[in-house]
C-alpha cells in the first residue's frame, strides 16, 4: 500500500513524514536554487512577454498592473499554504498530494484530474505565446512561414495550425525524458536569460515613459459589439482572472519534491522567493510597457517586442524576442515536469493503471506520462488560441487554491502539534484572502470556460467510478 494510502487509513501523517526518507523513485539532485528557477520559470513568461500588453489592450487598460497585483495577493496567499504543505508533507504530486493527506482519496483524484488539466494546458497555452515571438525574431531575418502554419485557426485569416507551439511541446517533453538534473541544469541557464531580458525592458524602457500614456490609468467601461463589457473596474478584475495562471507557477516546483536534496527545507524558501521575484518584475514590466506606449496599441502576437520596435529600438526589439523565445521555454519545462509528475504520482497510487508509474531504467524519469502529455499539448497547443487556453487554465488552478487554502484551516484544527518547519502566518486570515480572491475571479470567468471545465471533471467521474476506487492502494 502507498504511503498516502497508508496516510489515510490510519490517520498518521507523523508516519509519512518518517518514511519520506525511505522512498527512492527519484534520484535526488535539486537544491534551493535549482527548485527557485523552476519555480521561476514557471512563473515568468507569457504573462509578461505577452498577456501583459495583450490584457492592457482588450480589458484594463494601464490599469493591467492593478490586475497583476489582483492576482499576486490569491497566489501569495496560497503560496504561504503551499510552503507549510511543502515542509510536511515533501512528495511529488503538490496539491493532488496535499489533498489527500488531509481530505482523503476522493478529493484528491478531483484535484489530481483537475491538475493535469491545468499543467498541460499551460503548456500549450505557453507554447502558441512563444510561437508568436519565435515569428516575430524570424520575420526581421526575413523568414516567414506559410499562412497555415502561424496560429491556430480563427486567429487569423488562413491560419490552421500553429506549428512552432506543437514542435516546442515536443522538444520540451523529449529533454524531460532524460535526467531531471541535465534538464534542470538547462532550465536554471535559461531563467538567467530571461530574467536578463526582463531587466533590459525595465532598464531601457524607463527612459521612454511618457506619463501621459497612463491616463486615464484604469480607461471608462465600455461595451463592444458583442455586449461584453471591457475597461472600467470589471475589465481589471476580467484582466486578473486571465493573467492568473502567469503568477502561479511556483507550485510546480512542489512536484519535484522527491528530487530535491532537502525538500522541508528548501521546498518553503523556493516557493517564497520564486513568488517574491516574480511578482516585483510583473508590477515593473506593466507599468514601464503601458508607459512607453499607448495601451491600445498592444494586442499582438508579440506586443513588447513591437512596442520597443514602435520606438525606432529595433535592437531591444530583437533581443527581447530572443529573450522571450528563449525563456518562455523554462515555462514549458516547468508545468510539463508538473503534469508529468502528478499524473506518475496518480497511478503510484492506484488511481490510474500502474503502467504509468514505471520510471526509466537508465534516466530515472516518468517517461512514459512526460510522453504522452508531450503529443497532447503539441496538438492543442497547434489547434485551439492563447485567449482560450488562458481562461480554461484558470478555472482549474484557482479551484486548487481553494481546496489548498481550505486544507491548512482543516489541518491547523486537526493536527495543531503536527511538525511545521514553515508556518503559514496569520490563520486563518491568509487562507481565508486567498480563498476570497480566487473565488471572486472564478465568478468572473465566461460560463463557456465553466461548462468545458465540468465536462473534464465529468469526465473524471467516471475514470475514478470506473477504475481508480476498485484498483487504488486505499482499495487494497
Avoid at 299 to 315: E, H, K, M, R, T
Wanted: hydrophobic share 55%; aromatic share 12%; with cysteine.
Amino acid at each position: 500500500m502507498s504511503l498516502l494510502a497508508n496516510l489515510v487509513r490510519n490517520k498518521s501523517i507523523e508516519m509519512l513524514q518518517a518514511e519520506l526518507g525511505q522512498r527512492r523513485d527519484f534520484p535526488r539532485t535539486l537544491g534551493v536554487w535549482q527548485l527557485t528557477s523552476i519555480g521561476l520559470g514557471g512563473i515568468i513568461g507569457v504573462g509578461i512577454f505577452v498577456l501583459a500588453g495583450q490584457q492592457a489592450a482588450t480589458n484594463a487598460g494601464p490599469a493591467v498592473t492593478l490586475a497583476f497585483l489582483i492576482a499576486g495577493i490569491a497566489s501569495a496567499a496560497a503560496a504561504l499554504c503551499y510552503a507549510e504543505f511543502a515542509s510536511m508533507i515533501p512528495v511529488t504530486g503538490s496539491s493532488y498530494t496535499y489533498s489527500y493527506a488531509v481530505l482523503g482519496e476522493f478529493a484528491a483524484w478531483l484535484i489530481g484530474w483537475d491538475l493535469l488539466l491545468e499543467y498541460s494546458l499551460i503548456v500549450a497555452a505557453v507554447a502558441s505565446g512563444w510561437s508568436g515571438y519565435l515569428q516575430s525574431l524570424l520575420v526581421t531575418a526575413g523568414l516567414i512561414l506559410p499562412t497555415w502554419a502561424q496560429g491556430a485557426a480563427g486567429t487569423g485569416e488562413g491560419r490552421v495550425f500553429n506549428l512552432f507551439a506543437a514542435l516546442l511541446a515536443l522538444a520540451v517533453a523529449g529533454l524531460l525524458t532524460m535526467r531531471t538534473v541535465w534538464g534542470a541544469r538547462f532550465n536554471t541557464a535559461i531563467v538567467a536569460v530571461k530574467i536578463l531580458g526582463v531587466v533590459l525592458i525595465i532598464g531601457v524602457g524607463a527612459f521612454y515613459i511618457d506619463v501621459s500614456n497612463w491616463s486615464p490609468f484604469v480607461p471608462p467601461e465600455v461595451t463592444d459589439l458583442r455586449g461584453q463589457s471591457r475597461f472600467g473596474v470589471s475589465g481589471v478584475v476580467t484582466a486578473a482572472a486571465v493573467v492568473f495562471f502567469a503568477v502561479f507557477g511556483y507550485d510546480t516546483l512542489t512536484t519535484a519534491a522527491e528530487e530535491s536534496k532537502n525538500p522541508q527545507r528548501d521546498l518553503p524558501r523556493a516557493i517564497i522567493l520564486s513568488v517574491s521575484i516574480s511578482m516585483v518584475l510583473y508590477v515593473t514590466i506593466s507599468l514601464v510597457l503601458t508607459g512607453i506606449t499607448h495601451y491600445s496599441t498592444l494586442g499582438n502576437d508579440a506586443p513588447v517586442a513591437n512596442a520597443f520596435s514602435a520606438l525606432g529600438l529595433n535592437w531591444v526589439s530583437a533581443a527581447i524576442s530572443l529573450s522571450a523565445v528563449l525563456g518562455i521555454i523554462s515555462v514549458v519545462f516547468a508545468f510539463m515536469l508538473g503534469a508529468a509528475r502528478i499524473w506518475f504520482s496518480l497511478a503510484r497510487d492506484g488511481l490510474l493503471p500502474s503502467w504509468f508509474s514505471r520510471v526509466h531504467p537508465i534516466h530515472g524519469t516518468p517517461y512514459r506520462p512526460t510522453l504522452i502529455i508531450g503529443l497532447i499539448t503539441a496538438i492543442t497547443a497547434g489547434l485551439l488560441p492563447l485567449d482560450e487556453l488562458a481562461k480554461l487554465v484558470n478555472i482549474g488552478a484557482l479551484s486548487a487554491f481553494v481546496v489548498i487554502c481550505s486544507s491548512i484551516m482543516v489541518l491547523r484544527y486537526r493536527r495543531p502539534d503536527l511538525l511545521r518547519t514553515f508556518r503559514t502566518p496569520w490563520v486563518p486570515f491568509v487562507p481565508l484572502i486567498g480563498i476570497g480572491f480566487s473565488i471572486w475571479l472564478l465568478s468572473h470567468l465566461p460560463w463557456v470556460t465553466w461548462e468545458r471545465f465540468l465536462i473534464w471533471m465529468g469526465l473524471g467521474l467516471v475514470v475514478y467510478f470506473s477504475y481508480g476506487l476498485r484498483h487504488s492502494s486505499l482499495a487494497k
